[in-house]
């Protein structure tokens, strides 16, 4: 059988590019409002700290488990697209003949930022907790509050304050960067161009998103810790399941 030719190769090579693009471009952007209603969700306990402290950032974080804990939806409302949107961005860029933009636009860094620390995020505060072998003992969801948070604020002020905020403001600004290219492929046609500037929208998002959360993170680290020095032990044993914490 002869060898493929370097034009049969390269006509095999824009097909794919002309099936693949739009489709990773529809799941890209299709997944990227889930992933918004989880962050709105998971971000309005910190920022009720900054009314009720630890107790009501808990409290709101129990209710919004009801929405991205249950069995449905942290598969397939949470997890799903904090898997896909990544994925089918990355695939995108390399099947991609000349990618859309570079990859050191705004939108490329906090995009493969955020999926690395979402990665270490779910291992600290979902993983590690439920190790069943000592000294962990699985510690369960009623005791997988923020006074986890709390801990590791304390334990490690300026590693987990900057952590929490730096994480939370990659993926503001990524939203804002995401939010102008959904706005102008799907919705500009008929509704116009979208509101404000690109700077004003990620001011705002830095205003009304960012600088609460901080500011929330603030009160609960200042709070005294309200746990048994046995669920403190077990505290810090999760958190040092990763190397971030092993100094």
């Known amino acids: 059988m002869a060898d493929a030719t370097p034009h049969q190769d390269q006509s095999f090579l824009r097909r794919l590019t002309v099936i ?5 471009t529809r799941i890209a952007h299709g997944s990227a409002p889930f992933i918004t209603t989880f962050v709105l969700i998971h971000l309005t306990a910190p920022i009720m700290a900054n009314i009720g402290g630890t107790s009501l950032a808990s409290q709101v974080m129990l209710l919004g488990r009801e929405y991205y804990q249950t069995s449905f939806g942290e598969k397939y409302l949470v997890l799903a ?3 896909i949107h990544p994925l089918s961005a990355l695939l995108k860029r390399v099947l991609a003949p000349k990618p859309a933009r ?4 705004i939108l490329s860094i906090t995009g493969y930022t955020s999926a690395i620390v979402v990665a270490l995020h779910f291992f600290i505060h979902r993983v590690a907790p439920t190790d069943p072998s000592p000294p962990i003992y699985s ?3 009623s005791e997988l509050d923020y006074e986890y948070v709390k801990f590791g604020l304390q334990e490690w002020p300026w590693r987990n304050w900057l952590g929490y905020v730096g994480f939370t403001a990659a993926v503001a600004w990524h939203a804002v960067e995401g939010m ?3 706005w102008n492929t799907w919705l500009r046609p008929q509704l116009g161009s979208m509101p404000g500037t690109k700077r004003s929208r990620t001011a705002a998002a830095f205003v009304g998103g960012v600088l609460p959360v901080a500011t929330g993170l ?3 680290w ?3 810790l309200m746990v ?3 669920h403190a032990d077990r505290f810090k044993a999760a958190f040092t399941k990763s190397p971030i914490y092993w100094y």
């Open 102 to 105: 570079r990859l050191s636009s």
């Open 222 to 224: 200042r709070e005294p």
């Open 228 to 230: 048994f020095a046995s």
């Open 218 to 220: 603030f009160f609960i």
């Open 81 to 83: 697209p904090l898997v």
């Open 180 to 182: 102008s290219i959904i």
């Open 20 to 24: 693949t693009q739009p489709a990773l």
């Open 139 to 141: 510690v369960g969801p």
